[in-house]
């Protein structure tokens, strides 16, 4: 076999990582694109298929795709507001009563535009003043998760046609409000992504409503540092099963994705957090 070229048992993680990347990101892309991306990736050198080897790949292994949506919630906080939850932030993250891993707990929301059944042409793209140009719609799938060093508390999967709002946040911290509760003398800490003043307030009032002993705080944008939710959830999504849906099984894809939630153990949740905060305090 010639260098460069892997037959379809031989796709390495790198590879299947980078294909699932591009496909979710590139809405319509063709097999001549994703082999144009390889080649300027260094890690990938010699590990690029045949063109026929991946044509067959996609369409069997690459027909669910989960395209990241920039309308998800909360909405980014401005410059100014998030310089002021990182100085408050840095005040919690190095007090006596805090600990990243077990008082802390991670929630996140991340929205995607979904595909079942995604095709994958040979032929090349079309020169750039030929391109068609597709608007971006709304996201179908909103996932939310909550997380701590000690494992997955919940997790909310919901087929939408608009963006997440703060009933849907109030309404899915319920449930985790019920499923975890502090212990005598101890604060539970509650970190969402730093947004703006308004729906910081508004968070902070739902979270402090259920007891002085439970705190709002809010993760600046700093990187390389993540919310450790999103790395979950994009986790899960490269995790999940691709193939086509059994229509057998009335299978759709909050049904295939949400199975992969089985598979989340408290060891990978402590991993998620240490790989996630990288905060320079």
């Given at each position: 076999?010639?260098?460069?070229?892997?037959?379809?048992?031989?796709?390495?993680?790198?590879?299947?990582?980078?294909?699932?990347?591009?496909?979710?990101?590139?809405?319509?892309?063709?097999?001549?694109?994703?082999?144009?991306?390889?080649?300027t990736d260094a890690l990938l050198e010699g590990s690029?298929?045949?063109?026929?080897?991946?044509?067959?790949?996609?369409?069997?292994?690459?027909?669910?795709?989960?395209?990241?949506?920039?309308?998800?919630?909360?909405?980014?906080?401005?410059?100014?507001?998030?310089?002021?939850?990182?100085?408050?932030?840095?005040?919690?993250?190095?007090?006596?009563?805090?600990?990243?891993?077990?008082?802390?707990?991670?929630?996140?929301?991340?929205?995607?535009?979904?595909?079942?059944?995604?095709?994958?042409?040979?032929?090349?793209?079309?020169?750039?003043?030929?391109?068609?140009?597709?608007?971006?719609?709304?996201?179908?799938?909103?996932?939310?998760?909550?997380?701590?060093?000690?494992?997955?508390?919940?997790?909310?999967?919901?087929?939408?046609?608009?963006?997440?709002?703060?009933?849907?946040?109030?309404?899915?911290?319920?449930?985790?409000?019920?499923?975890?509760?502090?212990?005598?003398?101890?604060?539970?800490?509650?970190?969402?992504?730093?947004?703006?003043?308004?729906?910081?307030?508004?968070?902070?009032?739902?979270?402090?409503?259920?007891?002085?002993?439970?705190?709002?705080?809010?993760?600046?944008?700093?990187?390389?540092?993540?919310?450790?939710?999103?790395?979950?959830?994009?986790?899960?999504?490269?995790?999940?099963?691709?193939?086509?849906?059994?229509?057998?099984?009335?299978?759709?894809?909050?049904?295939?994705?949400?199975?992969?939630?089985?598979?989340?153990?408290?060891?990978?949740?402590?991993?998620?957090?240490?790989?996630?905060?990288?905060?320079?305090?």
């Open positions: 076999m010639k260098r460069g070229r892997k037959a379809k048992g031989d796709f390495n993680a790198d590879v299947i990582r980078f294909i699932f990347d591009w496909v979710d990101e590139h809405e319509h892309t063709t097999v001549f694109d994703i082999l144009d991306a390889m080649d690029k298929p045949a063109k026929t080897t991946l044509h067959r790949w996609l369409r069997v292994n690459a027909h669910l795709t989960f395209k990241y949506s920039s309308r998800s919630f909360p909405p980014p906080p401005s410059q100014q507001e998030n310089d002021e939850s990182s100085k408050i932030f840095e005040e919690v993250f190095t007090s006596v009563d805090f600990h990243m891993y077990h008082n802390c707990i991670y929630i996140g929301e991340a929205a995607f535009i979904t595909s079942s059944n995604r095709r994958y042409p040979l032929k090349p793209r079309p020169s750039h003043n030929n391109r068609i140009v597709y608007e971006d719609p709304f996201p179908d799938m909103c996932v939310l998760v909550a997380l701590s060093g000690e494992g997955l508390i919940a997790h909310q999967i919901k087929s939408m046609q608009s963006v997440t709002t703060m009933d849907d946040i109030e309404d899915f911290l319920k449930i985790v409000f019920q499923k975890l509760q502090p212990d005598e003398g101890e604060s539970l800490f509650y970190a969402f992504d730093s947004t703006s003043t308004e729906v910081m307030d508004a968070i902070t009032k739902v979270v402090t409503a259920h007891g002085d002993d439970r705190k709002a705080v809010f993760l600046p944008l700093a990187t390389p540092s993540k919310n450790p939710a999103d790395v979950l959830v994009h986790d899960i999504l490269y995790k999940a099963d691709r193939r086509p849906l059994d229509s057998n099984r009335n299978e759709d894809i909050d049904k295939r994705v949400n199975s992969t939630f089985a598979d989340i153990t408290p060891e990978l949740c402590y991993e998620y957090i240490k790989a996630s905060l990288h905060y320079e305090l």
